[in-house]
């Protein structure tokens, strides 16, 4: 107990200027205690109130201490207050139930908040929220403090806030339409934990875990990647205690993200590197068509890009139709982008599918071009030759569109064929059904050298017309 001013002897005595004269003072002070010495003291019974505690005097309040401590815990803290603290703290500091938890220890809580609210993440605020609801509801009934029903109620919605960030960004998947794709499941964990509160592996993975076990069927195979790459570094990081994700770890799991290639695509592609020969115009539209009719809208973006990157890695395999193809789905792309899409709508891309139908197979076109120009009757050399140039590339299509090229050429310029020219076309048309019925789009090595020969030999003289030509002579 502090006593009053009033009840201790001054020794120095200000002067009127302000300053102490020392000498005067003195001699007063010792006249007084002489005085007191000799005069019996009066006593008023303070003394005998102070040693029963009824002084009349109020003493200051004290803190309450479990909310002191919690509090002590968030300034200890590093970086912004999470929600998962501040309703720790809240729980830890109210939960003594000592009847303040309405009143004293609310305003304690409240005071706290308001001096550092720039400390405070989404969650905690919303935690605090949550708060200031029971205890205004307590208030309301008259009571300094929560029932424990309310109390436990107060602690599971608190409880049950979800990261602000997380949820944020899984709401814009929500209004996504169509499957989930790779880049945009990246960009949305990376928006969803990069807040920096710590909980990149624990609540805020939960939450992303739990919508991507509900939305299941929304996922494309890159959204499944790439959140199996999330999954791989947050299991990580709670391996070793962690609840968030450190920097170095955050960068090396976004630079993994990013490498995820569209799958349909890669398939496609796969398919092509292990085709055999040149690859043929019809193989790279098939190839194309496989992979970005999945409709995951990437097909001017991500897709194109690896078609392209791939055929620059591959162009002494690319025939001339396949570099057709090729232009053609460039074209399509290069105009969704300039549109600002990133996709190739389902009007584009059927147009874009036709006009990779109709490419015609280059050397059959340019032979049949030649026979076109030949004045009077093609001859069955001419025939032969023709034939040589135009399925001599081995691109795979001899027995199909180089076949249905010089078939449809024969029915349209009928009367300009000789009868050695039909004989040749007969010969090639029974080697290209033969493979056909294998189940071969294109002639084997083998029975084409057959064909030549057998071709050749049919336009070599026959014996009977020698001896009639030596007769007429």
Do not use: C
């Amino acid at each position: 107990m502090r006593i009053p001013d009033s009840h201790l002897p001054l020794p120095f005595a200000p002067t009127s200027m302000g300053k102490t004269d020392v000498k005067p003072t003195l001699v007063s002070a010792k006249s007084n205690l002489v005085a007191s010495a000799s005069t019996p003291v009066k006593s008023d019974g303070f003394e005998k109130r102070a040693l029963s505690g009824n002084t009349g005097i109020t003493p200051p309040a004290l803190p309450d201490a479990s909310s002191l401590v919690a509090l002590w815990g968030l300034d200890q803290a590093q970086g912004p207050i999470t929600g998962d603290q501040m309703a720790a703290a809240v729980e830890a500091g109210v939960g003594d139930l000592d009847g303040k938890a309405a009143s004293e220890e609310f305003q304690m809580f409240s005071d706290w908040a308001q001096r550092n609210e720039s400390r405070l993440s989404p969650e905690a605020k919303q935690v605090m929220d949550v708060y200031k609801k029971y205890a205004d509801a307590a208030h309301l009934l008259g009571q300094g403090g929560l029932p424990q029903t309310a109390f436990k109620n107060m602690v599971q919605e608190m409880k049950n806030i979800q990261d602000v960030s997380a949820k944020t960004a899984l709401a814009g998947l929500d209004k996504a339409e169509g499957p989930i794709t790779g880049d945009q499941m990246a960009d949305a964990i990376s928006k969803g934990i990069s807040d920096a509160d710590g909980k990149g592996a624990s609540d805020e993975y939960k939450q992303f875990s739990d919508w991507a076990q509900k939305n299941e069927s929304r996922l494309s195979p890159e959204a499944k990647e790439v959140f199996g790459i999330y999954k791989k570094h947050a299991e990580a990081a709670q391996a070793k205690g962690q609840s968030g994700l450190p920097d170095s770890d955050f960068k090396k799991m976004v630079k993994e993200m990013d490498g995820v290639q569209d799958v349909s695509a890669k398939t496609a592609l796969a398919g092509l590197d292990k085709a055999q020969g040149p690859i043929n115009g019809d193989q790279m539209a098939a190839a194309i068509r496989k992979g970005i009719s999945d409709a995951d809208g990437k097909g001017a973006s991500d897709e194109y890009k690896q078609f392209a990157d791939w055929a620059q890695k591959n162009e002494k395999r690319l025939s001339p139709e396949a570099k057709e193809v090729l232009g053609i789905y460039e074209k399509h792309a290069k105009a969704a982008q300039a549109h600002g899409q990133s996709g190739i709508s389902d009007k584009d891309y059927r147009q874009m599918v036709k006009e990779m139908n109709g490419v015609r197979d280059a050397s059959a076109t340019k032979a049949l071009a030649d026979l076109s120009h030949v004045r009077g009757h093609v001859s069955g050399r001419q025939m032969l030759n023709a034939i040589r140039k135009g399925v001599g590339d081995f691109d795979g299509k001899s027995a199909t569109d180089e076949f249905k090229q010089f078939a449809d050429w024969a029915k349209t310029h009928s009367n300009k064929l000789s009868p050695e020219a039909k004989k040749v076309l007969a010969t090639y048309e029974k080697y290209a059904k033969a493979a056909q019925a294998h189940g071969d789009s294109g002639i084997a090595l083998n029975d084409y050298r057959k064909m030549l020969r057998e071709m050749t030999h049919e336009l070599q003289p026959r014996p009977m017309h020698l001896m009639a030509r030596t007769f007429v002579a």
